[in-house]
């Protein structure tokens, strides 16, 4: 068996330019007509298998139709087709990916996990060795990432770095301005190439990162490859009363749901946050108990920095 190139620094996929509405309908009715095509049917056979108009059809095929997100879906069910691939701006997906998402959608959940694994293994996309050096923390706001990982580099010896903190130093203004200028899709690209610089430039790291970081697959993936990654959570409850003591009033000002959006939050990225290599609940817990618990979970690799930094002392 052929050995696996040697590991590289995990890039990043290349942002596609946002298409104007004229640009997006013509490749909207570029995909519907291809895959129409692909699939052998004429515009008449589509219409009656969708219930959609061949008039409509030809104006959507001819980047003319601003079709409604039912109709559309009606025409990728006629055609056998994901929905999201149709209305998706981005590039359309060759061969070789779609059959390779074929199968993964053959794949139950441990499954598709376990193939994940191989392919970061097999093509040199995640390095064990940086893992072992790297721990990047994750989980809401509140949960102690921010303490636990300045004492944890501390005590290790590796270099800290907030992640939102590096994002403003390379962004030269605030997180809040930065959302304000340019929206969310702005702090996930400005996300995803500082954390990107951040791994390149530091092989003993402790990292706090963004609760929404798990949200974005591609900078996600490029955490999971290159750091050993610890879920830190708490009750709801705790983490709304930490925020607030940190005298951040925002989370419950004009917001009497704030709470109930917290748990929302919460249940919908458990799954997400689940993919980290261990769990740490800190309720209940001082900081120096989260901080022992935390170093028994962290690899040896770095532990070992704790130790020689012990031995100097």
Known sequence: MAKPPAAAPSRLPAQPPRLAEGE??????????GQRMRRGMTRKQLAQESGVSERYLAELEGGR????????REIARAMGQPLSDLASDRPDRSAEEELLSGLVARLDASQAAEAHALLLRAFGLADDDRRQTRVALIGLRGAGKTTLGRLLAERTGAVFVELSKAIEQAAGMPVAEVIALGGQSMLRRLES???????????????????????????????????????????????MARVMAQGDRRPMADNPEAMEDLRRILIER????????????????????????????????????????????
Not at 65 to 72: F, K, P, R, T
């Open 193 to 239: 190439r500082t954390l990107q610089s951040v791994i390149e430039r530091h092989p003993r790291l402790v990292l706090a990162t963004g609760g929404g970081l798990v949200a974005e697959p591609a900078t996600y993936d490029l955490l999971l490859a290159n750091c050993w990654t610890i879920w830190l959570t708490a009750k709801p409850e705790e983490h």
């Open 65 to 72: 139709g601003n079709v409604s997100i039912l109709l559309l």
């Open 24 to 33: 997006y309908l013509e490749l909207l009715g570029r995909r519907v007509r």
């Open 270 to 313: 458990e799954a997400l946050y689940s993919k980290a290599d261990a769990r740490l609940d800190t309720a209940g817990r001082s900081v120096e108990e989260s901080l022992a618990a935390l170093l028994e979970l962290v690899p040896e690799a770095l532990r070992r920095g704790a130790r020689a930094k012990r031995a100097k002392a």
